[in-house]
């Protein structure tokens, strides 16, 4: 009988334990042949070696069993490196300027989805790529996968490649401009392309406004919304830049305008920035408590992490290192993963709790070693707390 439930305990861990993402060796169009062949649709994860979202996604969505169910039934799945090789290409071709991104394709080669930045919940990630699968999901994409589209030299070249050795060049004062200026169709991929990724002037702003939904119905809604985000964030740098409060009220009247999903977490971004910019630290922090309430704190320990860390450099405010300790606290209960036990540490640190501090630096070297990370920085922290206990 023990022998039995032994090995039932290992079909159960081989059924629900290892679940894991399945990926194809080889270029994306191998991959692609495979998806026609088959007639799966492609999904492409887009990373970059640089990318510790990536890393953290490899660890913690795609061995998700509901992830891996999603994707093994109904894609060929390949992973490519947008700096190197051919996906330079299609990082141009598809507008991957974040990382990490996916692209999804139809056997046929129709864009039919495109989603950006890493989820904490696998089973949102899940729901998200499923929901690509239906064809009224999908934005009516202007040409194929296979397709070439005659994009200008200034665009190609603003893209990261690391096979050669000149470095990306952004476009010449103007030249975006005259480049559009010259294009009879503003709804043409390749003049698409070039809106979406630089700052253009004030007229073409209002033409991509006025024709938004067009471009969301050709192109995505997830592409509209970031380069809606875009606008906002480059008349919020203006705010930031005169400390005004008129010109952040601008940025805000503009969301309420044009932004749809989660505008009151875009609005508390924007004043979020604001204060970070302006030293209120008070402020900063009660923006973050109201992304926390927005999101959920299960759903949102990525982004506690990066602003907790942002106030452990540039905060010595007690308050407000309290706040950040408290919710780092909650967050290694959670996911004691390296990233944010280093966070926790380093913030004991800084509010002089010297002892707890080491101690959950030493958790921290664990777990990245673990892991596989590099602990340097870490094991430099651990240094200075040992020194700051001997000078105690």
Partial sequence: MRTTLLLAGFLLLNTFGF??????????????????????????????????????????TFPAEEVAAVLNGNFISV?????????????????????????MFTPEGKLAGKMFGYKENPSDFAAEVKAVLDESN??????????????????LNS?????????????????????????KDL????????????????????????????????????????KISGIAFNMLQKAMKSQDE????????????????????????????????????????????????????????????NYSWTIYLSVDNKDVLNKALSWMKRVVEQDPQYMYLDTYAALLFKSGNYDAALQWADKAIDAG???????????????QIKAALEGN
């Fill in 138 to 155: 999908q934005p009516n994409y202007p040409s194929k996968l296979t397709d070439k589209v005659d994009f200008p030299d200034f665009y």
């Fill in 246 to 305: 008129k010109d952040l009220e601008q940025v805000l009247d503009f969301a309420d305008k044009y932004i749809e999903d989660e505008l009151e977490a875009s609005k508390s971004m924007y004043q979020l920035k604001f204060c970070e910019g302006k030293g209120d630290w008070s402020g900063y922090a009660d923006c973050v408590q109201k992304l926390i309430d927005f999101y959920g704190f299960e759903n949102f320990l990525g982004g506690i992490n």
């Fill in 79 to 103: 992973k490519v490196d947008m700096e190197r090789g051919d996906g330079v290409a299609l990082g141009a071709r598809y507008r991957v300027l974040g990382y990490p991104s996916y692209l």
């Fill in 19 to 60: 679940a894991q993402t399945n990926w194809f060796e080889g270029t994306w169009q191998e991959a692609y042949a495979r998806a026609r062949k088959e007639n799966k649709h492609l999904f492409i994860d887009c990373y970059t070696d640089w990318c510790g979202w990536c890393k953290v996604a490899d660890k913690n």
């Fill in 159 to 183: 893209f990261t490649n690391k096979d050669k050795e000149e470095k990306r060049k952004n476009p010449e004062e103007g030249e975006v401009e005259k480049w559009l200026s010259s294009q």
């Fill in 187 to 226: 709804m043409s991929e390749a003049a698409w392309s070039v809106m979406y990724k630089f700052p253009s002037s004030e007229k073409y702003t209002e033409q991509f406004l006025k024709n938004r939904k067009a471009y969301a119905d050709a192109y995505g809604k997830v592409e509209v919304d970031e």
């Fill in 369 to 383: 070693k673990t892991a596989g990370e590099k602990v340097d920085d870490t094991e430099e922290l651990r240094d």
